[in-house]
């Protein structure tokens, strides 16, 4: 089988985030080599400890970030469905998530008895990690928009043991106007917003194939109305983490940058166990008036990763209509 290329234009794109030629072809590289093999221990149902002993009697795994134990890293080539069909996956014991999906939660830092909700939350590897958080404490809100990814979501709640999750079926930017009308306000809001996808080539080849800029500007878009809304769900002193699989500065910097522009917010600096890069203060002839140092940037080159963007802000004061 031919090795997927980027079109050109994205080409243009990456060389352009990614200037120095041994760091794009290092990039170049990575995306067409198959990602590791991540998952997430389910510390509502065992701890990290005791996934590690069995888990270890049967594949070489590999705590790699001492602060984070729930994060284990199989080291070895795995057959078709070998993880999925593993007993402790079966159980519920952990989930099969890569490793730059674990980063929003991480940054959001949802803590027992809070209020949270996940905007976009199919099919449930970022909301299963959130209610371990919350060790099953407090009211977590689940929302999608379709009923085939609700099934998903609400079979992999059920596996995870999750009891504190609320799963709805609405419209994003349709669900956060009604909750923000009935002022119910939230501690903490994920936002891991619908994209183009461009961090995950390594994982989807036909990423390579449905890359279109105009797509871009039109996620965009939706995306400032989703942040928008978002954030007038949150209460004064809550948070909000945005994060997208994507490297498009119009789908990550710019959508910060209007939260900025437009709503008493604060950006606050992204604290992650994996290597991060600055974001960017201009593209394509656009400012950012923002703090690039706050954001995370995570490139596949960086960490032996899919690629991903994760940012935190906090509101301030009530946002007036």
Same mark, same amino acid.
């Given at each position: ?191 891991? *917003? %619908?994209?183009?996808? @461009? ?6 080849? +036909?990423? #390579?194939?449905?890359?279109?800029? &105009? =797509? ?31 490297? *498009? %500065?119009?789908?990550? @910097? ?6 900025? +522009?437009? #709503?008493?917010?604060?950006?606050? &600096? =992204? ?51």
């Amino acid at each position: 089988m031919a090795r997927p290329e980027m079109k050109p234009a994205f080409e243009e794109r990456m060389r352009e985030l990614l200037p120095d030629k041994e760091d794009f072809d290092k990039y170049n590289e990575i995306i067409h080599q198959k990602p590791l093999n991540y998952i997430r221990c389910n510390t509502l149902k065992i701890s990290c400890d005791e996934l590690f002993s069995r888990l270890k009697k049967k594949w070489n795994v590999v705590q790699p970030y001492p602060s984070y134990p729930e994060i284990i890293l199989i080291d070895q080539e795995l057959g078709p469905g070998e993880l999925g069909n593993a007993i402790e996956h079966i159980l519920g014991y952990y989930y099969v998530q890569e490793v730059c999906s674990m980063m929003s939660v991480i940054a959001l830092d949802p803590k027992p008895g809070e209020r949270v909700f996940d905007v976009c939350a199919s099919p449930g590897s970022k909301t299963t990690q959130i209610a371990s958080m919350m060790q099953n404490s407090g009211t977590l809100i689940a929302n999608d928009v379709k009923l085939d990814r609700i099934r998903i979501l609400a079979a992999n709640l059920e596996r995870c043991g999750v009891m504190n999750c609320v799963v709805t079926r609405n419209d994003g930017v349709g669900l956060c106007i009604r909750l923000a009308e009935n002022n119910f306000k939230f501690d903490k809001i994920l936002l891991d *917003a %619908p994209c183009s996808g @461009e961090g995950t080539l390594r994982s989807s080849a +036909k990423t #390579f194939l449905m890359w279109n800029p &105009k =797509v871009i500007k039109k996620i965009s878009r939706e995306q400032k109305k989703l942040i928008a809304n978002a954030i007038k769900c949150l209460r004064v002193g809550g948070s909000i983490v945005y994060s997208t699989c994507t490297h *498009a %500065p119009e789908e990550n @910097e710019e959508i910060v940058d209007f939260a900025l +522009k437009n #709503f008493p917010v604060r950006l606050e &600096k =992204v604290h992650l166990p994996l290597k991060c890069r600055p974001g960017v203060n201009s593209w394509k002839g656009d400012s950012f008036d923002l703090d690039a140092s706050k954001l995370c940037r995570i490139y596949p080159q960086d960490n032996n990763s899919e690629g991903f963007f994760v940012s935190k802000i906090t509101l301030l004061e009530e946002v007036k209509e």
